[in-house]
């Protein structure tokens, strides 16, 4: 497998959660982030955050930073584009996205996102759960993204284009499918409330 450069996506404004670095949080012994590099970490060489502001706050991980690149913060899709300029600048070819809210995402994302994109032959693949209503319910901010697509991808933007799905529609995504409920539950609930922070602070307890 070509080496593929890990991005924690973690530039959003938290809103809901009364604003700060969500990330952050206290999860288990450690926080959201840290909970989140434990998985990523062994599935890929490198690990970079898009998050925006200060870096320092970070500086006990580990990490480059890389913040946006595109003002006003609208959204993923200008956290991928500062990853795939990051793996640009290092001469890979391809990233792979994990949001920093989502501390149980699957321990083979990425090598499930790269069969998946092998498989159908497209250069982009999104993670995806079975949904009874619609079929899948994708999870766009956990991808497959290759650096060549990096400038049609900042054209978009400048463009106007927020949605992740409305750009990786265009360019064709395979969707690399998981359980919607795993053994250990759901792999891509998010950490979006307080409440949303007890649940998986009570999940993270109960796991083996």
Request: aromatic share 4%; net charge negative.
């Amino acid at each position: 497998m070509a080496e593929i450069l890990g991005v924690v996506l973690a530039g959003g404004l938290a809103t809901r959660m009364g604003g700060g670095d969500k990330c952050l949080l206290t999860l288990g012994q450690g926080t959201l982030l840290s909970v989140v590099l434990d998985r990523l970490r062994p599935q890929v060489p490198e690990v970079v955050l898009n998050a925006n502001g200060d870096p320092a706050r970070f500086a006990g991980y580990g990490l480059d930073v890389v913040p946006d690149g595109v003002a006003d913060r609208p959204g993923p899709l200008a956290g991928v584009l500062a990853g795939l300029d990051a793996a640009a600048a290092r001469g890979l070819a391809q990233i792979v996205t994990v949001a920093g809210d989502t501390p149980f995402f699957p321990r083979d994302l990425v090598a499930a996102l790269t069969a998946a994109a092998r498989a159908e032959g497209t250069p982009i693949a999104l993670a995806a759960t079975p949904d009874p209503d619609r079929g899948i319910a994708r999870h766009p901010t956990f991808g497959l993204w290759p650096v060549a697509l990096r400038d049609d991808l900042r054209a978009a933007l400048a463009g106007g284009t927020r949605k992740v799905v409305a750009w990786t529609d265009r360019h064709g995504a395979a969707s690399a499918m998981f359980p919607a409920d795993g053994p250990e539950g759901d792999p891509f609930f998010n950490v979006n409330t307080p409440a949303d922070l007890d649940a998986a602070r009570q999940r993270l307890g109960a796991a083996p």
